[in-house]
């Protein structure tokens, strides 16, 4: 196989950064990018030294020869349609999250991706982190046993100083607090502690002239699969500096953030420091995606899974959804749910 071929959907902060990664590959290029904005594309290309052409046509783009796989940056409620087009054309695929703004759409997508297999990464970009790295090998190696509470916090002043504030802020293209963002949290708590099972829900406004058209601040306490139960909250109007804070209690042990106290240093009276990179920025060029493009480029290559595959992202939305159901009837959600 010659250099695999990208065409990225968007060029708003989170495509650049894709752009930005896929360009540092030897053995990877840009060839397209899909936007309807020519000179807005024109001016990143330029910026970041990157020839490719420009198309304002994701159909054409998608059925293009020379595509091999699709960055998906375009805004949440045209990526279901647009995973379709693309497994139904072989394309590999990149999607940021959310994945969809509801659960026909999720659907959509899984019909679509297990009647034509291609290659996939979720854009739970965090999984790459350093520290969540550090944490999931520290788990696998059984430095806390069996998590039985894991309580995860999305902190994040999302306001008008983020370009995505006028999209995101919106039912539509926001959707909830835990679509906007806070499914980053969800995912941690299934990738560190496992399946979850029943979710329970509530959210509330912040500031009486918020212009966020959902509440903006939410909390769900969960059933995991392994007997135990989580929690995530998520705010994106808080007074504070970001805070991604990953508290989780094992049987023979504790992690909190980047500190551990394990059955496995039997000497230990405190917690241990790991000095690691930490997901404690808003900055999205804090985060990982040259290790999640690496990962994705390695998948495609040797037809291996990835460390977020969009199968496996699927069940982090379905609770997203499961959260905001709780929340609109002040019940409790089993899952998982039938399709």
């Not at 029943?198 to 969960?222: G, Q």
């Amino acid at each position: 196989m010659g250099a695999l071929r990208f065409a990225v959907v968007g060029t708003g902060w989170v495509a650049g950064e894709y752009l930005k990664a896929i360009s540092a590959r030897t053995d990877a290029e840009v060839v397209a990018i899909v936007s309807k904005h020519t000179e807005n594309a024109k001016a990143r290309l330029a910026e970041l030294g990157i020839e490719a052409r420009i198309s304002p046509s994701y159909e054409e783009t998608v059925q293009a020869p020379d595509v091999d796989a699709i960055v998906l940056c375009s805004t949440p409620d045209l990526r279901p349609e647009q995973t379709v087009l693309a497994a139904q054309n072989g394309k590999h695929l990149v999607i940021e999250k959310p994945l969809s703004m509801d659960r026909a759409g999720l659907w959509a997508m899984a019909d679509a991706l297990e009647k034509n297999p291609v290659r996939t990464v979720a854009s739970f970009v965090l999984r790459w982190n350093p520290s969540f790295s550090n944490t999931k090998a520290l788990i696998d190696d059984d430095a806390i046993g069996r998590v039985y509470m894991a309580q995860i916090d999305y902190w994040h002043h999302v306001g008008p100083q983020y370009g995505q504030y006028r999209w995101s802020r919106t039912k539509a293209l926001g959707g909830s607090s835990m679509l906007s963002a806070g499914c980053h949290a969800v995912d941690a708590v299934r990738f560190f502690a496992g399946d979850i099972t029943e979710v329970s829900a509530y959210s509330c406004r912040t500031w009486a002239d918020s212009e966020y058209e959902f509440d903006p601040n939410a909390v769900a306490i969960f059933k995991l699969k392994n007997g135990g139960i989580g929690k995530v909250s998520s705010s994106l109007e808080c007074k504070t500096p970001y805070k991604f804070n990953i508290h989780l209690l094992g049987e023979k042990g504790a992690i909190m953030n980047n500190q551990l106290f394990s059955h496995k240093l039997p000497g230990q009276k405190d917690y241990a420091t790991i000095p690691t990179i930490l997901p404690d920025s808003g900055d999205v060029s804090h985060h990982p995606f040259v290790e999640e493009i690496n990962d994705f480029i390695a998948s495609v290559r040797n037809n291996t899974p990835t460390r977020c595959e969009f199968s496996d992202a699927y069940k982090s939305m379905e609770v997203s959804f499961a959260i905001d159901e709780s929340i609109a009837t002040g019940k409790s959600v089993k899952l998982p749910l039938d399709r």
